[in-house]
């Protein structure tokens, strides 16, 4: 109980899915929680189902400006920010995007899955360095094993993570440098059962169900993660029990990327 005592923490992309369960798991553990996102109605309601331990806030994480209000009245109002969870992304499938394999991609639709995904992060961490200042503070960036291999079906989402992975590294590197007592971290999250699989899932309750069964075979630990399994990851980084780790990166993707079925057998 209360890891994160009074702590005041900002996460992105947190009206549903890794960002809504993390919000109410810092809150339960004594945070103070400003839940941003462009979901906004649903976004509100969770703060305020959350209660007097939630805040939330419209940010487009791609949008400078927006940062620029938010982090202005988080300055002016607690004068500092402790955990920074730089959690939104998308994964392109949609289909205004098109395809995403390396061969047929747009451009533009590369460059705006890099400006959600990546740019944001960039923003996230100039501006959480700005707050964190002087008394030190957590940022957490979301990448994904995806981040670590090759997607083929999925170019410009994978690219884009593998550079929130380096730049997570940077960041780190630099604060370090710089003596600010902020450390920075990535998390690389397999298959984790979200609404970010709406998209990849079909709605039929049957096909859904055979869909999941065949991605949770290729586990090692035989299904699909949940949003919990990733949020109590964020806990342990913002909380000062991890005051010694900075530029890591941290696999939750029940053992997948650990090893191969096409291991040599006796
Ligand atoms: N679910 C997985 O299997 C998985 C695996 C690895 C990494 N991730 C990463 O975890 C993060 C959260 O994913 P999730 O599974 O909870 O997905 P989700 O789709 O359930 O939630 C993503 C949230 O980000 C918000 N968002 C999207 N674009 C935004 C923007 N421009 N500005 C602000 N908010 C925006 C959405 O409104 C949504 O609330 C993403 O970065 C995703 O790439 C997820």
């Known amino acids: 109980m209360n890891r994160v005592q009074n702590k005041i923490a900002l996460i992105t992309g947190a009206s549903r899915g ?5 919000a109410r798991l810092l809150a339960d553990e004594g945070a103070l929680v400003i839940l941003t996102d462009i979901l906004d109605e649903v ?77 944001s992060v960039f923003l996230g961490c100039k501006y959480g360095i700005y707050l964190m200042k002087g008394h030190g503070g957590s940022i957490i960036n979301m990448s994904s094993r995806s981040g670590l291999v090759g997607i083929p079906s999925s170019c410009a989402y994978a690219s884009s993570k593998a550079a929130i992975r380096n730049h997570t590294k940077t960041v780190a590197i630099y604060c370090a440098q710089q003596k600010y007592n902020i450390r920075c971290n990535s998390l690389h999250p397999g298959a984790i059962l979200t609404p970010l699989w709406d998209s990849m899932l079909s709605n039929h309750p049957e096909e859904r169900s055979n869909a999941i069964a065949h991605i949770s075979s290729g586990i090692p630990l035989g ?35 650990a090893g191969s079925t096409a291991s040599p057998r006796r």
């Open 18 to 22: 890794i960002g809504a369960a993390t």
């Open 43 to 119: 976004g509100a309601e969770l703060a305020s189902q959350i209660g007097s331990r939630a805040v939330y806030y419209h940010l487009d994480v791609s949008c400078e400006d927006h940062w620029q209000k938010v982090v202005g009245d988080i300055k002016s109002k607690y004068g500092r920010l402790d955990i920074l969870f730089n959690n939104a992304g998308i994964i392109g499938f949609e289909e205004r995007f098109g395809p995403q394999d390396p061969e047929n991609a747009s451009l533009a639709s590369w460059h705006e899955i890099h400006n959600v995904n990546l740019d």
């Open 223 to 257: 299904k699909m993660g949940e949003p919990m399994d990733v949020a109590y990851a964020v806990l342990y980084l913002g909380s000062d029990e991890a005051k010694y780790i900075t530029g890591a990166e941290l696999v939750l993707d029940g053992g997948i990327l």
